[in-house]
C-alpha cells in the first residue's frame, strides 16, 4: 500500500529512518532520560498521599468540616484502645492523664475519654477496657504523619495500662509503609520471572532482554511523573503500585509485540533497515492506537470526583503514553546496533519452530465447531459470573492491614468489645436550630431503629450537633439504612450528617451517579476507535460484548474469593470482610477493559492485515491467531506475573486488584481470544467487515490506516 508522509504509516516511517540515522544520539538521550528521571523519582513515594476516598461535595465531608470549623469537634480519625488488668474506673487517674497528653499534642483537634466524658459507650462491655479518640488537624497527609507520631509515642504501656492506636488516620499510615514495602517486594519478584518468560517466548537472550529494557526505562519514567503530579494535585500512594505495575506491564507487551514483527520482517528477508521500518510503520501503529485505547478507558476515570481515582487516572494515562513512547522511540535505534545478532544463541529455536502452527490448528480446530465451543466458553464465563450478583460492597478499614498489624488489632478490639459505636458514631450537625429544637430533635433520632444512643454537643444560639451512636458497625448495609433514615427525618432547619457510615452511603450515592457517564465514556471512545481501526461497525460491537463478558467473570472470581473467603490460601492469608472495597471494582473494570482492548488490537491488526491481503474472513482468522497466538500468551503471561507480584502485599485491597486484574488479563488472552473470537467471527464470516456504505466511505478517507 503507497502511504504519504502525512499518514500515520509515512509518520513512523520517516521517524523509523530518523532513529537510524540518529542511533547513537537517540540512546544516550534514552539513557540520559533513565538516569535523571530515576534520580528525580527516587523521592516520589514521599510526595504521595494518604487517603483521597471522599469529595468536597459529600454532605458527610462537610458535615465534618462545619464540625471542626464551628464547634471544634468531629468524628474521630485516631483512636486508642486502653487496657487495664481490672475495671477501667479504677484507673481514672491515668486515663485522664493520657486523654490530656494526647488533647495537648499539636496536630490534635480534640480528644476525649471514658474517663473524662463518661460515656459507657466508650467502656468496654467487661470493664475491662475503654477508649480514647482523637480528631487530628491538617491534610491527608499531616494528618498520617501525625498519626504515626502518635502511635509511636502513645502506644505500649503507661501508668499500668496498655495501649494500642488504631482509626482511619493510623490505618491509612500504615497502609503507606506496608504499600512502600510491597513495591519493593512486588518488583524482585516480577522483574525476574518476566525474563525467564520472555526468554522462553524468544530463544534469544537479547531478544528477552530488551523489553525488559524498555520497561526499566518506563518504570524510572513512571516515578519522575508520580513526582510531576504531585505538584498540581494530591496522588494516591497506591499510584506507586498500581502505576508501576501498568508502566513495566505495557512496556514490555509492546516491545514483545515491536520485536515480535522485527523478527519476521528478518526471516521474510529483509535487511536491518528495512525490517525497522516496516516494524515501526505496522506494529508501531498498532502498538500508538493500544495506548490510545488504554489512555481512554483510564480516562473515564476522571469522571470521579474522589482523588483515588483521579489521580491514579492521570498517573495511569501518562504512564500508557511513555511506555508506548519508550517501545517506539528506544527500541529502533537498539536493534539497529544488534541487527541479526539479535536471534544469536538460541536455545529454543527449534522447539519454536515446532510450536509454530499451535495456535493455526486451535483457530482451525475451533472453526470447525464454532457454535459449540463459543457456547461452551461462554458458558464458562457466564458462570464463573454468577457469585457477582451477591456482591456487597463497603470502604476500606483496619481489615485492609495484615492480620499481625497494630492498628488491625485494635481495630478488632473496637468491633468485639465496644458494641455501643463510640469510636465511629454518626454525627448530625444543626447549624441554624437553637437549643431546644435541637433537644427535640434528638429525641426523634432516638426512636429510630437502629440508634443506641444520642447525645448532644454543643447547643447554642448558633446551633447544635449530636453524636449519635448505631449498633450497627459502620461499613454494613445496616448502618446504611440508619444514615438514611436520620436524613430523611424532618430537622430544624438544615441538617448536615456525617461520620463513617455517611461517608460509606455519599461514596455509594456518588459512584451511582457517575457510573453511567464512566461507562458512556468507554463504550462510545472504544466503539469510535475501533471503527477507525477496522472499517467495521460489526468487530467493535462483538468485541464489547465479549470484553464485558470476560470481565464480569473476573468479578464473580473477585466475590468469591475475597468477599466470601473461599480459596484464600491460594493468594495468601488476609481479613474477609464479607464486602469489596467499593471503588476497587470500578478502578479494575477501567483497567482491565484498556488491557482487553489492548489485546483485541494486537490479534485484530493481524487479521485485519490478512483479510485486506486475500478478502478470506476464514483464512484471515488462523492465520492471524498463529502469527499472534503466541505472542498475545506471553504478553498476558507478562502481565499476569507482574500483577500477581502486586497481590503478594500484604493489604488486602492491593491483593484483591492484583489477583483481579491478572484473572481477567488471563482469561482475555485463554477463553476469549483462543475460543470466543475465533469462533464469533466464524459465525459472523464477512458480516464481520461490514459497514454502511457512508460508513465505509467515511472509513477510506479519514481511518486509521497503515
Known amino acids: 500500500m503507497t502511504t504519504s508522509t502525512t499518514a500515520p504509516g509515512g509518520a513512523l516511517s520517516t521517524l523509523a529512518r530518523r532513529l537510524l540515522r540518529h542511533r547513537v544520539r537517540a540512546l544516550v538521550l534514552a539513557a540520559f532520560f533513565a538516569v535523571l528521571a530515576g534520580v528525580f523519582g527516587s523521592g516520589a513515594a514521599g510526595e504521595l498521599s494518604s487517603g483521597g476516598y471522599t469529595a468536597p461535595s459529600f454532605e458527610s465531608v462537610r458535615a465534618d468540616r462545619m464540625l471542626a470549623d464551628r464547634f471544634h469537634a468531629g468524628a474521630p480519625d485516631f483512636v486508642l ?25 499539636p496536630g490534635v483537634r480534640f480528644a476525649h475519654s471514658y474517663w473524662t466524658t463518661g460515656d459507657p459507650a466508650l467502656r468496654s462491655a467487661d470493664g475491662r477496657s475503654a477508649l480514647v479518640v ?47 514495602a510491597d513495591l519493593t517486594r512486588a518488583e524482585l519478584i516480577a522483574a525476574p520471572l518476566t525474563l525467564l518468560i520472555l526468554l522462553v517466548a524468544f530463544g534469544s537472550l537479547a531478544a528477552a532482554a530488551l523489553p525488559v529494557l524498555i520497561g526499566a526505562v518506563t518504570v524510572a519514567g513512571t516515578l519522575a511523573i508520580l513526582r510531576l503530579l504531585t505538584t498540581v494535585t494530591p496522588v494516591s500512594i497506591f499510584g506507586l503500585n498500581i502505576a508501576t505495575a501498568l508502566g513495566f506491564g505495557l512496556a514490555v507487551d509492546y516491545s514483545l509485540f515491536l520485536v515480535t514483527r522485527y523478527r519476521e520482517e528478518l526471516a521474510a528477508g529483509r535487511d536491518t533497515a528495512e525490517a525497522i521500518v516496516t516494524m515501526l510503520r505496522t506494529a508501531g501503529r498498532t502498538v500508538l492506537f493500544s495506548a490510545v485505547t488504554v489512555g481512554l478507558s483510564l480516562s473515564a476515570l476522571l469522571v470521579f470526583p474522589i482523588y483515588f481515582l483521579r489521580s491514579l487516572a ?3 494515562i501518562a504512564v500508557v503514553a511513555l511506555a508506548a513512547l519508550a517501545s517506539i522511540l528506544v527500541l529502533p535505534p537498539v536493534l539497529a546496533l544488534l541487527g541479526h545478532r539479535l536471534d544469536r544463541f538460541d536455545p529454543f529455536a527449534r522447539l519454536r519452530r515446532h510450536r509454530f502452527g499451535l495456535w493455526r490448528r486451535l483457530a482451525v480446530r475451533v472453526m470447525r465447531r464454532p457454535v459449540l465451543v463459543g457456547a461452551s466458553a461462554a458458558t464458562v464465563l457466564v458462570a464463573l ?32 468489645e465496644f458494641p455501643g459505636g463510640g469510636a465511629a458514631p454518626v454525627v448530625v450537625v444543626l447549624p441554624d436550630a437553637d437549643p431546644p429544637a435541637v433537644a427535640a430533635y434528638a429525641q426523634s433520632v432516638a426512636g429510630l431503629p437502629g440508634t443506641a444512643r444520642v447525645d448532644i454537643g454543643a447547643s447554642s444560639g448558633q446551633g447544635g450537633w449530636l453524636s449519635v451512636a448505631s449498633a450497627a458497625e459502620p461499613n454494613s448495609a445496616a448502618a446504611e439504612e440508619h444514615v438514611r433514615a436520620v436524613r430523611a427525618l424532618p430537622a ?20 451511582a451517579e457517575r457510573i453511567p457517564w464512566a461507562a458512556l465514556i468507554i463504550v462510545v471512545s472504544m466503539l469510535v476507535l475501533l471503527f477507525l481501526f477496522s472499517g467495521s461497525v460489526v468487530i467493535p460491537l462483538k468485541q ?20 466470601d473467603g473461599h480459596l484464600k490460601w491460594l493468594v495468601g492469608d488476609f481479613v474477609h470482610t464479607g464486602r469489596l472495597e467499593v471503588t476497587v471494582p470500578i478502578l479494575m473494570f477501567c483497567i482491565a477493559f484498556g488491557l482487553s482492548m489492548d489485546y483485541s488490537v494486537f490479534l485484530l491488526s493481524r487479521i485485519r492485515e490478512e483479510y485486506l491481503a486475500h478478502g478470506d474472513n476464514t483464512r484471515a482468522v488462523a492465520a492471524g491467531l498463529e502469527r499472534t497466538g503466541r505472542l498475545v500468551s506471553a504478553a498476558a503471561l507478562v502481565v499476569a506475573v507482574v500483577l500477581a507480584a502486586v497481590a503478594t502485599s500484604g493489604l488486602s485491597v492491593l491483593k484483591l486488584l492484583g489477583v483481579g486484574l491478572a484473572l481477567a488479563v488471563l482469561v482475555d488472552a485463554t477463553l476469549v481470544r483462543g475460543l470466543l473470537v475465533p469462533s464469533a467471527m466464524r459465525l459472523l464470516g ?6 454502511p456504505a457512508r460508513l465505509r466511505r467515511w472509513h477510506d478517507r479519514f481511518g486509521l490506516h497503515d
Open 686 to 691: 464477512a458480516v464481520n467487515w461490514w459497514a
Open 492 to 511: 430544624p432547619g438544615p441538617a448536615l450528617v456525617g461520620g463513617d457510615a455517611a461517608v460509606l452511603t455519599d461514596t455509594k450515592d456518588m459512584l
Open 314 to 316: 492521570f498517573a495511569g
Open 544 to 563: 464489547l460484548v465479549l470484553t464485558v463478558l470476560s470481565l464480569t467473570a473476573s468479578f464473580g472470581a473477585m466475590v468469591y474469593v475475597f468477599q
Open 134 to 180: 482523637a480528631k487530628l488537624s491538617g491534610d491527608d497527609t499531616e494528618i498520617s504523619h501525625t498519626a504515626r507520631a502518635l502511635a509511636k509515642d502513645l502506644g505500649g504501656r503507661h501508668d499500668g495500662l496498655d495501649v494500642l492506636a488504631t482509626g482511619s488516620a493510623t490505618v491509612n499510615e500504615e497502609a503507606d509503609r506496608q504499600s512502600a
Open 81 to 105: 484502645v486502653v487496657r487495664a488488668g481490672d475495671d477501667v474506673s479504677a484507673h481514672a487517674a491515668a486515663g485522664t492523664r493520657l486523654t490530656e497528653r494526647l488533647a495537648t499534642t
Open 385 to 416: 459470573a454468577l457469585p457477582f450478583g451477591q456482591a456487597q460492597f463497603g470502604l476500606l478499614d483496619d481489615r485492609v492491614l495484615p492480620r499481625d498489624s497494630p492498628a488491625q488489632i485494635a481495630g478488632d478490639a473496637v468491633r468485639t
